[in-house]
């Protein structure tokens, strides 16, 4: 990759979501916005190679994007209203009042982000208008087809245009639930990286989970005082600092078998910062705000022995109680293994049976606790449906070891 192409790699990052979302502001359109914006990248590898780079990376971008978007407004036969096309290509509205909750890329998180498109939808729109990713990039990721990717983007954008859904930041009274569905949005790709769910992928996909955080930190840049964009943050870097520990040998490590030596401390001591902070602010925290403080409790333990578990047990009892889940429940289940035995946790990992039979890591629990209980069989055949039921292959080879470990 030539000195210019990797120029361009660098400013695509930074710069991708803001041109978007300024062409979408202008236009009203994201199949324009999105064109202009490539057309704009490729023209810089051209261009840049002959003149250089420009001081403003960003308003060169921007300005080549909105004409090649002009460009094509005019070849359109169909756009045949010269007022519009003046008002496109003059743009004489007055700029909004500035400040962050109006910031052009917000509003785009939000679009991408509405609830009136399938989950998968809003994952696919996100990564491809605001991260930037291609879409073999993100067909990739989640293990689907090119053209079924391209199709879900494309039905994705005609929705938000023949439903007329607005390009702005929701009214202060929608904007915490719609946040959560940003966060959402979010944590659904960071986890995909963290471990990734086909058989045929990397186990951990860092540049998802580096995406992830990227655009995490964006939204807490626009929306600072928002405690679960914090708590989500917070939580990602405290997961994604145990990355280099996670996978050796092909094979997953658990959390107390990690060489701690290897965590990422500059990303365990932002984590802990951010948990602070939001303590600092006496509010009543949030799920990710929860999670990531006892991920915090997790990192601060030198040794897996060191690890105070009646804290973590008692985050959990906040959680459960904003968060009933199963999955919530049974995570509880094997913090409180560590101070009342594995026996009580068995009792309560078991009630929940009915509702996680056919998720994998409620059967890890299981083979775990009933080893740990000197269970053999019982635990060698909560093992064999883990195994079944994992879906990436290092996982797989964990639970394979563990399991011939019983003899």
Same mark, same amino acid.
């Given at each position: 990759m030539?000195?210019?192409?990797?120029?361009?790699t660098r400013v695509?990052r930074?710069?991708?979501?803001?041109?978007?979302?300024a062409l979408?502001r202008?236009f009203?359109d994201?199949?324009i916005?999105e064109e202009?914006?490539?057309?704009?990248?490729?023209?810089?590898?051209?261009?840049w190679?002959?003149d250089?780079v420009p001081p403003?990376?960003?308003a060169w971008?921007t300005?080549?994007a909105?004409?090649k978007a002009i460009?094509?407004?005019?070849?359109e036969s169909?756009?045949?209203?010269?007022h519009?096309?003046a008002r496109?290509?003059?743009?004489?509205?007055?700029?909004?009042?500035?400040?962050?909750i109006?910031d052009?890329?917000l509003?785009?998180?939000?679009?991408?982000?509405?609830p009136?498109?399938?989950t998968?939808a809003?994952?696919? *729109?996100?990564?491809r208008?605001?991260g930037g990713?291609?879409v073999?990039?993100?067909?990739r990721?989640?293990?689907?087809?090119?053209?079924?990717?391209?199709?879900r983007?494309?039905?994705?954008k005609?929705?938000?245009k023949?439903?007329g859904?607005?390009y702005?930041?929701?009214s202060a009274?929608?904007l915490p639930?719609?946040v959560?569905g940003?966060?959402t949005v979010?944590?659904?790709?960071?986890?995909?990286g963290y471990?990734?769910?086909?058989?045929?992928?990397d186990?951990?996909?860092?540049e998802l989970?580096?995406?992830?955080?990227?655009?995490t930190r964006l939204v807490r840049? +626009?929306?600072?005082?928002?405690?679960?964009v914090t708590?989500l943050?917070a939580l990602?870097?405290?997961i994604?600092?145990r990355r280099?520990?996670?996978?050796?040998?092909?094979e997953?490590?658990a959390?107390?078998e990690?060489?701690?030596?290897?965590?990422d401390?500059?990303?365990?001591a932002?984590g802990h910062? *951010?948990?602070?902070?939001? *303590?600092a602010?006496?509010?009543a925290p949030?799920r990710?705000?929860?999670?990531?403080?006892?991920?915090a409790?997790?990192t601060?333990?030198?040794?897996i022995?060191?690890?105070?578990?009646?804290q973590v047990v008692?985050?959990y009892d906040?959680?459960v109680r904003?968060?009933a889940s199963p999955?919530?429940a049974m995570n509880?289940?094997i913090?409180?293994?560590?101070l009342d035995g594995?026996?009580v946790a068995?009792?309560?990992v078991d009630?929940l049976?009915?509702?996680?039979?056919g998720y994998?890591?409620?059967?890890?629990t299981?083979a775990?606790? *009933?080893?740990?209980l000197?269970?053999g069989e019982?635990?060698?055949?909560?093992?064999?449906?883990?195994?079944? +039921?994992a879906?990436?292959?290092a996982e797989?080879a964990?639970?394979i070891?563990?399991r011939?470990?019983?003899?």
């Open positions: 030539s000195d210019v192409e990797e120029a361009v695509h930074a710069e991708w979501a803001r041109v978007v979302a979408t202008r009203g994201l199949d916005a202009g914006a490539a057309e704009a990248f490729a023209t810089a590898v051209e261009r190679r002959a250089g403003n990376p960003g971008l300005t080549t909105v004409r460009d094509r407004i005019r070849r169909k756009r045949d209203d010269k519009q096309e496109m290509v003059h743009d004489d509205d007055p700029p909004e009042p500035p400040g962050a109006d052009d890329r509003r785009l998180i939000f679009t991408c982000c509405h009136a498109l399938a998968p809003r994952v696919a *729109l996100t990564l208008l605001v990713l291609t073999p990039e993100i067909a990721a989640f293990l689907v087809r090119e053209t079924t990717l391209e199709q983007i494309t039905r994705a005609a929705k938000i023949a439903a859904i607005p702005r930041v929701p009274e929608d639930a719609r959560a940003v966060l979010l944590f659904l790709v960071f986890n995909e471990l990734a769910t086909g058989p045929g992928t186990p951990i996909r860092a989970t580096a995406e992830a955080i990227r655009l840049a +626009l929306l600072p005082d928002d405690g679960e708590g943050l990602m870097l405290l994604e600092a280099p520990a996670r996978v050796a040998a092909g997953l490590v959390l107390d990690q060489d701690r030596g290897a965590w401390a500059a990303l365990i932002e910062a *951010l948990v602070r902070e939001r *303590l602010a006496g509010v949030g990710y705000q929860i999670l990531a403080a006892i991920n409790v997790h601060s333990a030198r040794d022995r060191d690890t105070d578990w009646s008692a985050l906040q959680l904003l968060d999955v919530i509880r289940a913090a409180v293994a560590e594995p026996e068995l009792a309560a009630r049976g009915d509702q996680l039979a994998h890591a409620f059967h890890v299981r775990d606790l *009933l080893r740990r000197g269970r019982d635990s060698r055949a909560a093992y064999d449906r883990a195994i079944e +039921l879906g990436n292959t797989t964990y639970l070891r563990r011939d470990q019983l003899g």
